[in-house]
């Protein structure tokens, strides 16, 4: 049976933590994990870049589903471009898969404010907080490397 982790985060985000992003890639690669991103530069291309099996959602990829899940949990969905709500739409298949019904195991992602929850979401966290709330409503664990801890709360995760 598959197995599948959504590897995402901020553009922004810190050059070591990009390196430290493609390691992982390629040890969950050689653990038989498959890559779930969104092609975006920064933590998406980092994880992409050192994944084996992989699966990349783009916006022309969101659904009138996909928008619709991703709608409920954006604070200010009215204000969003077309375009930058086919990206959140994005974000729903991502954590979900492209049936929208098989969680990733795990979401892997670096944002400025170490947002892990839907509740601890601020502007700081940015696209990424979609998925994190998807992700914690759906009972899917998060690990911020923004967090020192969560590298070790991960690799005891994954075993």
Same mark, same amino acid.
């Given at each position: 049976? +598959?197995?599948?982790?959504?590897g995402i985060g901020s553009r922004q985000t810190p050059k070591d933590i990009l390196m430290l992003m493609t390691t992982i890639a390629r040890k969950l690669a050689a653990l038989g994990w498959t890559l779930r991103s969104g092609g975006a530069d920064g933590a998406d291309s980092a994880f992409e870049s050192g994944a084996g099996l992989k699966n990349i959602y783009l916006a022309h990829h969101?659904?009138?589903?996909?928008? +619709?899940i991703a709608a409920r949990f954006h604070p200010a969905w009215n204000r969003c471009s077309e375009f930058a709500r086919k990206l959140h739409g994005r974000n729903s298949f991502q954590v979900l898969g492209s049936d929208l019904n098989t969680p990733s195991s795990f979401l892997l992602c670096w944002t400025q404010d170490g947002c892990t929850c839907h509740a601890?979401?601020?502007?700081?966290?940015g696209g990424t907080g979609t998925a994190i709330s998807i992700a914690d409503h759906f009972g899917v664990p998060v690990f911020n490397l923004a967090r020192v801890d969560h590298l070790a709360r991960l690799f005891k995760f994954i075993g």
């Open positions: 049976m +598959a197995k599948f982790y959504t969101a659904t009138p589903a996909s928008t +619709a601890d979401r601020t502007i700081k966290t």
